[in-house]
């Protein structure tokens, strides 16, 4: 035995050092590898959202809100995904510094790699429609995540620059009632002039984005209308549709869902 090994053993016996378990040091490999791999997923996730969201963005009204660009793609950034993206991409790096070579790897060498790796399958991910599909389950099920998560109600909570978005919640003679993502009640006026989605029918519950008059208190004149979102139409089961200004009483089908909430 060298004298290094022994000088080693020594000082484990004065100290009283007891070695630790092999298991120990491969359950700790094991959850660096894991918490590495969980990380590039949700970082994938991540890239896939803040793809979707600035894709779906409204980049053409920005001369209707009245501000100049810098202002306007601050507001259009999602924000809090880019956010969490930067911290997954962190925890790859710090967990494969924790490899067992870990550190022979330089640092722009990790995430240059780590970067590449979650872009591909984000871009796999949104290419698949998944980053659509996983933003509508969030949307519903998590009440706290349009506010949080959804870039676009910055630019849609508007009305005084003729931009509102919100919900439908009921039709009448001239247009029919939204419910706008602080809760708020609005008339929405609707003309033959005004320009609808490709279907003239909309839902009740339905998730719509409106262009524009703000002519008082809680009246909305709407120029154009909007879904929410392009591929996919927010209304709940049982919806009833109608054709905004028809004149008819039978319009009204009993919703056998509430109404997602989405005040927040």
Avoid: C
Wanted: glycine share 8%; charged share 20%; hydrophobic share 45%.
């Amino acid at each position: 035995m060298s004298n290094t090994s022994e000088k080693i053993l020594e000082k484990i016996e004065q100290g009283g050092v007891t070695p630790k378990a092999k298991w120990k040091f491969i359950a700790e490999r094991y959850s660096i590898r894991t918490l590495a791999f969980v990380s590039l997923v949700l970082g994938s996730l991540a890239f896939s959202l803040i793809l979707f969201l600035l894709m779906d963005q409204d980049w053409n009204i920005r001369q209707a809100m009245g501000t100049n660009w810098f202002r306007w793609l601050f507001l259009s950034l999602p924000i809090a995904w880019i956010i969490f993206f930067l911290l997954f991409l962190a925890t790859v790096y710090f967990s494969i510094r924790h490899f067992k070579k870990g550190y022979k790897y330089p640092a722009y060498f990790i995430v240059l790699s780590a970067l590449i790796t979650v872009v591909f399958f984000g871009s796999l991910a949104a290419g698949l429609g998944l980053h659509q599909k996983i933003h509508s389950l969030f949307t519903r099920r998590l009440p706290f995540y349009p506010g949080i998560f959804d870039a676009r109600i910055n630019n849609w909570e508007q009305p005084t620059a003729g931009l509102i978005a919100g919900q439908i919640v009921l039709p009448n003679k001239d247009g029919f009632e939204l419910k706008d993502f602080r809760g708020q009640t609005w008339e929405i006026q609707v003309s033959e002039e005004t320009i609808l989605p490709n279907s003239d029918d909309l839902s009740i519950g339905e998730m719509v984005k409106i262009i524009g008059q703000k002519l008082g208190q809680n009246n909305f004149k709407a120029q154009e209308i909007r879904f929410w979102e392009r591929g996919e139409r927010f209304a709940p089961p049982g919806a009833g549709g109608f054709h905004p200004g028809a004149r008819h009483p039978n319009f009204l089908v009993p919703i056998e869902q509430p109404l997602p909430d989405t005040s927040f």
